[in-house]
């Protein structure tokens, strides 16, 4: 297993700051076989390491963490996480600037 993709994103504060992680480790055939994809921003949510939104496979099943609660995953791909990650991140940042009006 090895760390394909290890990325960070630092927000603006005109984009309601915080930080966007992305982690991915695959096997020698290129699968994923674990992952983190997170949006933190302790500003927003102090709890859980300020992980707003997040989704996970670090204790052995896929998992997503929303403001502290976690919720197992059913059998889904890394492709099916990775697109609901993208969903839910936009959503929160289209409630940010809203927030901000």
Do not use: C
Not at 24 to 39: C, D, E, P, T
Request: glycine residues 8%; without cysteine.
């Amino acid at each position: 297993m090895r760390k394909a993709v290890d990325e960070r994103l630092y927000l603006s504060k005109a984009s309601g700051g915080g930080m966007l992680r992305r982690e991915i480790w695959i096997n020698k055939q290129g699968s994923v076989v674990r992952h983190n994809l997170a949006y933190i921003n302790s500003l927003i949510f102090s709890r859980d390491n300020g992980r707003v939104l997040g989704y996970d496979s670090a204790h052995g099943a896929p998992h997503r963490h929303w403001r502290g609660k976690v919720t197992k995953l059913e059998r889904v791909s890394f492709e099916e996480i990775e697109q609901r990650f993208q969903d839910e991140w936009a959503k929160v940042a289209k409630e940010m600037k809203r927030a901000k009006k």
